[in-house]
């Protein structure tokens, strides 16, 4: 079945560690996008990509860093300078060709 | 610039209630998306409806509907007769632009709870 992974579901890091997040997708799909959300926050944008080798910053980028390789592929690095990466990351992924934006399960960041 | 606002941060109901989720958006294309999504307790998000700014039909899928008027910038969520399975938390979200590979810009969500 086509749809979006990432791994870890939980993540524990030592607080001044870089920590990578994983998101595949097999949908084919052009656009990748990296949400945070935090209790009665919502989601923010972090970073996305319309294309591949491209990507753009969004509202919260600040101590993030992202790369798009492969069309399929789109980590995220929560970098030692994010001061509160402790959060609830969902990434998610859309057709140029419509449709809805399809979301991952999600990883629970906690830094200790 | 665009923006999206759900005002109604927590709503309790009874079972077989009805209830309506608000949804007021802001934006200065002539050309959009709006979304609503569900969180279940699991976290991942779930599609619900996707509509363009140039179809103010409503719509009705099964005991969901929504209503769309672009004269007050709204895109409201109602569940008729609800159900312990509908609680969670609804998101609407706008993506400017008419192509499905804009950005989504989010509400705050509101959280149902839905009590038997």
């Known amino acids: 079945d086509g749809g979006i992974t990432q791994s870890p579901k939980y993540l524990f890091r030592k607080e001044g560690q870089n920590v990578t997040l994983s998101c595949e997708q097999n949908?084919?799909?052009?656009?990748m996008y990296w949400y945070r959300q935090d209790p009665g926050q919502g989601l923010r944008l972090i970073y996305y990509?319309?294309?591949?080798?491209?990507?753009q910053k969004g509202d919260i980028a600040e101590g993030y860093s992202v790369s798009r390789e492969k069309k399929e592929s789109f980590p995220l690095t929560v970098t030692s300078a994010q001061k509160n990466p402790t959060a609830f990351y969902l990434c998610?992924?859309?057709?140029?060709?419509?449709?809805?934006?399809?979301f991952g399960s999600g990883t629970r960041l906690t830094v200790v | 610039a665009q923006k999206v606002t759900q005002a109604q941060t927590e709503i309790s109901v009874v079972e077989k209630e009805d209830v309506t989720l608000d949804c007021v958006y802001e934006?200065?294309?002539?050309?959009?998306?709006l979304f609503w999504y569900k969180q279940p307790p699991s976290g991942e998000l779930v599609f619900l409806i996707r509509?363009?700014?140039?179809?103010?039909q409503n719509e009705i899928s099964g005991r969901y509907s929504w209503n769309f008027q672009k004269s007050t910038s709204s895109f409201n969520f109602t569940i008729t007769a609800s159900q312990v399975v509908d609680s969670a938390v609804y998101f609407c979200?706008?993506?400017?632009?008419?192509?499905?590979?804009?950005?989504?810009?989010f509400g705050t969500g509101t959280r149902l709870q839905v009590f038997p």
């Open positions: 979200a706008l993506s400017e632009g008419g192509r499905n590979t804009d950005k989504l810009i």
């Open positions: 934006t200065r294309d002539t050309t959009y998306y």
């Open positions: 949908l084919n799909h052009d656009a």
């Open positions: 990509s319309q294309i591949v080798n491209d990507f």
């Open positions: 509509r363009n700014s140039f179809d103010e």
């Open positions: 998610a992924s859309s057709h140029d060709r419509g449709g809805g934006y399809t």
